[in-house]
């Protein structure tokens, strides 16, 4: 549920069946999950509609890492349509491969990929927030509603995607730049974390500026260094 990879079968199913307007595109899905879930999409990759809508569509079942990275290497895009997603590692891996990624905008998600703005790296698409499991007629329908508005949502940022891919080369070629440049490694994050830690003491920086990255990476100097009002002393485990 939290992936919520099946509005991903769902937007397949709409533009097969003719609810959704077709789009040429080559979808892989890897890995392993709910069963029901998975059924529906090895029906997707056996259904012979797929060949008159000019769409290609590969169920990988199972998971090996290895596959997976060969995979970022060589697709165009990478989808990411979770529900929720406190920080999220495919679309950063996406985003240093070169596979432009489409997501939700939600969690590290929304904080790692941008669409439009001074640095575009990819494209996302907002999402309802929807029942984990939903019980009365009143859940289901509200989760219905969530799950065909997120659907939607997914097939225009799809659309997006492909419309700057056929018709713009240079900004897409100029959104992979971006992406690959990101830096969502700790050499800022920690520095954030750091700041935030001190400044909600209400004590600030104490005694001495901020340190640097060689200081961060020697963690122990600052493992022992200070005593804060109601803490006791932090001693270095190392």
């Given at each position: 549920?939290?992936?919520?990879?099946?509005?991903?079968?769902?937007?397949?199913?709409?533009?097969?069946?003719?609810?959704?307007?077709?789009?040429?595109?080559?979808?892989?899905?890897?890995?392993?999950?709910?069963?029901?879930?998975?059924?529906?999409?090895?029906?997707?990759?056996?259904?012979?509609?797929?060949?008159?809508?000019?769409?290609?569509?590969?169920?990988?079942?199972?998971?090996?890492?290895?596959m997976?990275?060969?995979?970022?290497?060589?697709?165009?895009?990478?989808?990411?349509?979770?529900?929720?997603?406190?920080?999220?590692?495919?679309?950063?891996?996406?985003?240093?491969?070169?596979?432009?990624?489409?997501?939700?905008?939600?969690?590290?998600?929304?904080?790692?990929?941008?669409?439009?703005?001074?640095?575009?790296?990819?494209?996302?698409?907002?999402?309802?927030?929807?029942?984990?499991?939903?019980?009365?007629?009143?859940?289901?329908?509200?989760?219905?509603?969530?799950?065909?508005?997120?659907?939607?949502?997914?097939?225009?940022?799809?659309g997006?995607?492909?419309?700057?891919?056929?018709?713009h080369?240079?900004?897409?070629?100029?959104?992979?730049?971006?992406?690959?440049m990101?830096?969502?490694?700790?050499?800022?994050?920690?520095?954030?974390?750091?700041?935030?830690?001190?400044?909600?003491?209400?004590?600030?920086?104490?005694?001495?500026?901020?340190?640097?990255?060689?200081?961060?990476?020697?963690?122990?100097?600052?493992?022992?260094?200070?005593?804060?009002?109601?803490?006791?002393?932090?001693?270095?485990?190392?």
């Open positions: 549920r939290q992936k919520q990879l099946d509005i991903v079968a769902d937007v397949i199913e709409a533009i097969l069946e003719g609810r959704m307007s077709p789009m040429e595109f080559d979808f892989i899905v890897a890995g392993q999950g709910e069963s029901d879930l998975e059924r529906r999409f090895i029906a997707l990759a056996n259904d012979p509609r797929r060949l008159s809508v000019g769409m290609s569509f590969v169920f990988l079942q199972g998971y090996i890492q290895d997976a990275f060969a995979m970022f290497s060589s697709i165009d895009n990478k989808v990411v349509p979770s529900h929720f997603e406190p920080c999220g590692l495919a679309q950063m891996q996406a985003l240093r491969y070169g596979a432009v990624p489409i997501v939700s905008y939600t969690g590290g998600l929304g904080d790692t990929v941008h669409e439009g703005g001074v640095k575009p790296n990819g494209f996302t698409f907002p999402i309802r927030s929807r029942n984990d499991v939903p019980v009365t007629e009143e859940e289901i329908r509200i989760d219905n509603d969530a799950r065909n508005y997120n659907a939607w949502e997914l097939k225009e940022a799809i997006r995607a492909l419309g700057v891919y056929y018709d080369a240079d900004v897409w070629q100029h959104i992979i730049e971006n992406g690959m990101e830096n969502n490694d700790w050499s800022r994050s920690i520095h954030e974390y750091i700041q935030h830690f001190f400044f909600s003491s209400g004590l600030g920086w104490p005694f001495m500026p901020m340190p640097t990255m060689f200081e961060l990476e020697n963690f122990s100097w600052f493992a022992c260094a200070f005593t804060w009002p109601g803490m006791s002393s932090i001693k270095d485990t190392n």
